[in-house]
């Protein structure tokens, strides 16, 4: 049973009608008609023992009973036409491998961002968001390179970040993004990937790093560079601080996190 929303998309039934409503944690809530593609945005709040949606530009509005309950959410919508019961079951309750739940641990240096992360083995919440992300290059997009698909970690005024397997896989994918610069030099490198413009990268202060630990000048060429080593020096100034880990079969961690893994409510 849940005292308030989660990042959960649902299946809603009113009357006559069928929609898919997604939820996000920050109070956001979209809804589409899976028959004919309509779809809208608006917000929800938790008041006592209920939450309350709103539409953007309509005067629709419901009211869910709470504490919720994932598998047959009750409440009343609104709507000019009339009253109608609302009945929901959500789809995406059970956690899979790379989904992020947001509670749990502060991850470090941003800006009080709190998330746990599911893997296969084990289950992952704080340190830093190479960590968590079993990502050491912070790698943002990583579709490409192994990471799960459609999953990322969102930071606070930061934007998201790629989440991989394991470390390995992230390590892997950092040789892969050097590769796919093509011929340019350490500095020209880093000028892409690690932009000034992105949080409080220094492009040139971290190419003469990775320089200087591989005892080359930043003017040196990727082809001519074991991209392995380079990728482990890029590993090292992304920084990796470890938070607390638990294994994912057994009764360690929070009871929200359990409940969402083992099926029960």
Same mark, same amino acid.
């Given at each position: 049973?849940?005292?308030?929303?989660?990042?959960?998309?649902?299946?809603?039934?009113?009357?006559?009608?069928?929609?898919?409503?997604?939820?996000?944690?920050?109070?956001?809530?979209?809804?589409?008609?899976?028959?004919?593609?309509?779809?809208?945005?608006?917000?929800?709040?938790?008041?006592? !023992?209920?939450?309350?949606?709103?539409?953007?530009?309509?005067?629709?509005?419901?009211?869910?009973?709470?504490?919720?309950?994932?598998?047959? +959410? /009750?409440?009343?919508?609104?709507?000019?036409?009339?009253?109608?019961? $609302?009945?929901?079951?959500?789809?995406?309750?059970?956690?899979?491998?790379?989904?992020?739940?947001?509670?749990?641990?502060? *991850?470090?240096?941003?800006?009080?961002?709190?998330?746990?992360?599911?893997?296969?083995?084990? *289950?992952?919440?704080?340190?830093?968001?190479?960590?968590?992300?079993?990502?050491?290059?912070? *790698?943002?997009?990583?579709?490409?390179?192994?990471?799960?698909?459609?999953?990322?970690?969102?930071?606070?005024?930061?934007?998201?970040?790629?989440?991989?397997?394991?470390?390995?896989?992230? $390590?892997?994918?950092?040789?892969?993004?050097?590769?796919?610069?093509?011929?340019?030099?350490?500095?020209?490198?880093?000028?892409?990937?690690?932009?000034?413009?992105?949080?409080? !990268?220094?492009?040139?202060?971290?190419?003469?790093?990775?320089?200087?630990?591989? /005892?080359?000048?930043?003017?040196?060429?990727?082809?001519?560079?074991?991209?392995?080593?380079? +990728?482990?020096?890029?590993?090292?100034?992304?920084?990796?601080?470890?938070?607390?880990?638990?294994?994912?079969?057994?009764?360690?961690?929070?009871?929200?996190?359990?409940? /969402? $893994?083992?099926?029960?409510?």
């Amino acid at each position: 049973m849940l005292l308030t929303m989660l990042d959960l998309r649902w299946t809603v039934r009113v009357h006559s009608w069928l929609w898919t409503y997604t939820f996000t944690h920050g109070g956001a809530v979209s809804w589409l008609d899976p028959f004919n593609g309509k779809k809208g945005n608006g917000t929800w709040r938790i008041e006592n !023992n209920t939450m309350i949606t709103r539409w953007n530009g309509s005067t629709t509005w419901e009211e869910w009973d709470v504490p919720i309950n994932p598998n047959d +959410a /009750r409440g009343t919508c609104h709507m000019e036409e009339g009253t109608y019961t $609302l009945a929901a079951v959500a789809q995406n309750y059970y956690l899979q491998p790379g989904d992020v739940v947001y509670s749990g641990l502060p *991850i470090i240096a941003t800006k009080g961002t709190v998330a746990t992360i599911v893997y296969a083995d084990e *289950i992952r919440t704080g340190g830093t968001i190479a960590w968590i992300c079993k990502n050491p290059g912070n *790698i943002r997009d990583g579709s490409k390179y192994g990471a799960y698909r459609g999953k990322q970690l969102q930071v606070k005024g930061l934007g998201g970040y790629a989440i991989f397997p394991d470390e390995a896989t992230g $390590l892997n994918a950092v040789v892969s993004v050097l590769k796919g610069f093509g011929r340019v030099t350490i500095n020209q490198a880093m000028k892409k990937y690690a932009p000034a413009g992105d949080g409080h !990268n220094d492009p040139d202060a971290y190419g003469r790093t990775i320089a200087a630990s591989l /005892r080359v000048n930043d003017s040196a060429y990727l082809n001519t560079l074991d991209l392995t080593k380079m +990728a482990k020096v890029i590993t090292g100034v992304e920084t990796t601080t470890k938070g607390t880990a638990w294994p994912r079969v057994g009764q360690q961690g929070p009871d929200e996190i359990r409940k /969402r $893994l083992s099926g029960e409510l």
